[in-house]
């Protein structure tokens, strides 16, 4: 065998493997760079300090494997340092599209959100569940997409909801349960009463006592359960200030936010108008 032959033979090979090793990562990163020029766009034309936390499955690496995200602590520092650093003359925008997370997480972010000193806006463009609905809730004005939802903010304990446990100990009684399940049902008791006060502390200046008290208590009382979507309509509805209007670039943004290889059954469409073809 030609020994330069087997030379460039490895060579090739050698390409190839680096290829695939860092061909996920320069996309990537061209994906960065893009949704980076889409928020200074957006910055530009609202005036404000534009922030996203947008958990979506991202398929990134050698093998394409989905990454699930949640509100995390991670993402309460990093926002948190994003809040700190934004003029306090300025407007904030946040864009949330979670499937809600850590409660300590939300709440961190809603009380420095709530906080901030010139207008704070939180736009859904698709749906913002639990810890987001709780950060939505801090900010003055929530834009939704017409479609989009929030969802209710009761506590979950394991893979319980929280008014759950109390009301099954409240239905056969102290005496006819075990130990464990009543320490479950105090619990409960502490997290939904802790999470309607700070509910009613966030919403109080922007909604007066009275509704604040009805809307803290509706959303943390397990009317519904912890998935139920509260639609554009039905916010409206519970006095909620929320309106329509989602920019433009949002939904250009959140086409950047690859989803994992697709899989059969998934929706493809071919956007309007077709170019017709000349008979």
């Known amino acids: 065998m030609d020994p330069l032959s087997g030379f460039f033979g490895s060579l090739i090979w050698w390409l190839f493997f680096l290829?695939?090793?860092?061909?996920?990562?320069?996309?990537?990163?061209?994906?960065?760079?893009a949704r980076a020029r889409i928020l200074q766009r957006l910055s530009r034309r609202r005036g404000s300090t534009v922030i996203?936390?947008?958990?979506?499955?991202?398929?990134?690496?050698?093998?394409?494997i989905p990454f699930y995200k949640f509100i995390s602590m991670e993402d309460s520092e990093e926002i948190l340092r994003a809040i700190r650093?934004?003029?306090?003359?300025?407007?904030?925008?946040?864009?949330?599209?979670?499937?809600?997370?850590?409660?300590?997480?939300?709440?961190?972010i809603?009380?420095?959100?709530?906080?901030?000193?010139?207008?704070?806006?939180?736009?859904?463009?698709?749906?913002?569940?639990?810890?987001?609905?709780?950060?939505?809730?801090?900010?003055d004005k929530i834009i939704m997409d017409p479609h989009a939802a929030l969802g209710p903010v009761d506590p979950q304990l394991g893979q319980y909801p929280g008014p759950s446990i109390v009301r099954a100990v409240e239905r056969?009684?102290?005496?006819?349960?075990?130990?464990?399940?009543?320490?479950?049902?105090?619990?409960?008791?502490?997290?939904?009463?802790?999470l309607r006060d700070f509910l009613y502390g966030i919403l109080r200046d922007k909604y007066g006592e009275k509704k604040a008290k009805e809307l803290a208590q509706v959303?943390?009382?397990?009317?519904?359960?912890?998935?139920?979507?509260?639609?554009?309509?039905?916010?409206?509805?519970?006095?909620?200030?929320?309106?329509?209007?989602?920019?433009?670039e949002v939904y250009a943004l959140m086409e950047l936010y690859k989803q994992p290889m697709k899989?059969?059954?998934?929706?493809?469409?071919?956007?309007?108008?077709v170019k017709q073809e000349k008979t």
């Open 172 to 194: 056969k009684g102290v005496d006819k349960v075990d130990d464990q399940t009543l320490i479950l049902a105090d619990v409960a008791e502490k997290a939904i009463k802790q």
């Open 19 to 33: 290829y695939l090793l860092l061909w996920p990562q320069i996309q990537y990163r061209s994906l960065q760079v």
């Open 85 to 108: 650093s934004a003029p306090k003359d300025r407007p904030i925008d946040l864009i949330i599209h979670t499937p809600g997370g850590l409660v300590l997480a939300a709440t961190q």
């Open 52 to 64: 996203t936390m947008i958990h979506r499955q991202e398929s990134v690496g050698l093998f394409g």
């Open 263 to 273: 899989q059969r059954g998934t929706v493809e469409f071919i956007p309007y108008p």
């Open 219 to 248: 959303l943390t009382e397990g009317r519904w359960t912890h998935d139920y979507p509260i639609t554009y309509e039905h916010a409206k509805e519970l006095g909620l200030h929320v309106e329509t209007g989602v920019p433009e």
């Open 110 to 139: 809603a009380k420095a959100l709530h906080d901030h000193p010139a207008e704070t806006r939180v736009i859904v463009p698709h749906y913002a569940m639990s810890g987001g609905t709780l950060i939505a809730l801090a900010a």
